[in-house]
């Protein structure tokens, strides 16, 4: 198995957790690691272990708690390498460490996320973001987005594609068979038949019903206060909520610092640590390395399960 991990941005704890996530005796030995990013800050943390490969990208010299928007460039080209490699088939997977959108943006970069990168990168099929962790698995209809927009991006054709590669990539990557998905409403109380918002009714429901009529096992809208509840209690196999703090709000309180990003839709396989750079705590030898742990091992299943499924 071979797994790329990308630092993200050097003044972060990528450095930090991605050191410590290849220290001996964590790190599986039936892996081959190649890092892509500033080696130059990981080894600062802790040096590599032999036979870890490195791709280094280095634009601006940072230091812990520091970040510089000149060092973005950097970061953009790590990813964009490491995903090249997941496409050329010289890696099976890849796990990313934390990038701050603001200084992308402030040195110019107009990608919101490591998703909507990735998806360029790749430049075929429909990413959708998901994050699992504990007895959760949580995709989003819409993610990196102001929440004055949800609403008016919403529209039938894009859920039911969304719920397409949601369940596809539950067979096939995460190995389950028949997967139940329920459906998050956009309103409280899923709109309370018209009271509080028609989109339940003019777009969500509309979705659901063509996936189902597609083989899906997709049921809703329903309302996300209760929901998340009854996915944990193992009624569903995953939720998929309407926008980013909807889903992420409660998967995070269930799971957080053991749950993973993964990116479906795409012709690679990617995982994530589930928390930011943590600027505040960078270089102190705090940061927690478990999602990190958590992306690698989940990467790796992944990766095993399509090897199966294309067997």
Same mark, same amino acid.
């Given at each position: ?49 032999? /036979? =870890?490969? @490195?791709?280094?990208?280095?634009? *601006? %010299? ?7 928007? &000149?060092? #973005? !460039? /950097? =970061?953009? @080209?790590?990813?964009?390498?490491? *995903? %090249? ?7 099976? &997977?890849? #796990? !990313? /460490? ?214």
């Amino acid at each position: 198995m071979r797994i790329g991990l990308t630092v993200g941005d050097p003044a972060g704890i990528g450095p930090e957790i991605v050191a410590a996530a290849l220290a001996p005796g964590l790190a599986p030995a039936q892996i081959d690691f190649c890092v892509y990013g500033d080696i130059e800050a990981v080894e600062r943390s802790s040096p590599l272990p032999a /036979g =870890v490969a @490195q791709h280094a990208f280095q634009s *601006a %010299r940072v230091a812990p708690g520091k970040p510089d928007p &000149a060092a #973005a !460039t /950097g =970061v953009v @080209q790590s990813i964009q390498a490491a *995903a %090249r490699d997941c496409l050329a088939g010289n890696l099976d &997977a890849m #796990a !990313t /460490g934390p990038i701050s959108k603001e200084v992308l943006g402030r040195a110019g970069f107009e990608f919101p996320g490591h998703t909507e990168l990735l998806a360029e990168v790749a430049g075929s099929g429909r990413a959708v973001m998901l994050l699992v962790g504990g007895e959760l698995r949580v995709a989003l209809a819409t993610i990196h987005l102001a929440l004055r927009d949800v609403a008016s991006s919403l529209e039938t054709p894009g859920l039911i594609d969304v719920l397409g590669v949601l369940h596809g990539d539950l067979v096939r990557r995460f190995g389950i068979g028949a997967p139940r998905i329920a459906v998050c409403g956009l309103n409280p109380h899923a709109g309370e038949a018209g009271r509080f918002g028609d989109e339940e009714a003019r777009i969500i429901e509309p979705a659901v019903l063509a996936a189902r009529e597609h083989g899906i096992d997709a049921q809703g809208p329903f309302s996300a206060d209760s929901l998340f509840h009854q996915a944990v209690a193992g009624r569903y196999d995953a939720v998929l909520a309407m926008y980013h703090d909807q889903g992420l709000g409660p998967l995070k309180v269930h799971a957080f610092g053991r749950a993973v990003n993964v990116t479906l839709g795409l012709p690679l396989i990617r995982t994530s640590v589930d928390h930011g750079t943590a600027f505040d705590i960078a270089g102190k030898g705090s940061a927690d390395v478990g999602s990190m742990v958590q992306a690698i091992e989940l990467a790796a299943m992944l990766a095993e399960n399509e090897r199966s499924d294309g067997a």
